[in-house]
């Protein structure tokens, strides 16, 4: 039969120090019949930052924009300079 591995994320344990609660979830699973487990990581389980709506749609003046302003000046120089140019062609010859 194949082996796996799961990784299981318990929040809510306290405790004095991150070594504490570590070796109190170690007891308890090992006396809830899994003996070939072992406590990986213990994180501070911290509040998710509050939510403030207009937050992400505030953009600096030096924030990075989608296309670069001159690509519009620089095409309406190109139309322009076009445009004379194929008026004097027309224009030149009789």
């Known amino acids: 039969m ?11 344990l306290s405790g004095d120090n991150p ?8 007891a308890q699973l090992r006396q809830s019949g899994l003996p070939h487990c072992r406590v990986v990581a213990v994180d501070l389980d911290a509040p998710a930052r509050p ?9 600096g003046p030096d924030a990075p924009r989608d296309r670069p302003v001159g690509v519009g000046a620089l095409l309406l120089v190109g139309a322009a300079a076009w445009t004379i140019w194929f008026f004097w062609l027309i224009l030149s010859n009789p």
């Open 2 to 12: 194949p082996k796996y591995r799961a990784i299981v994320q318990v929040s809510g």
């Open 51 to 59: 939510f403030q709506p207009g937050a992400a749609m505030q953009d």
């Open 19 to 26: 070594r504490a609660v570590r070796s109190a979830l170690d």
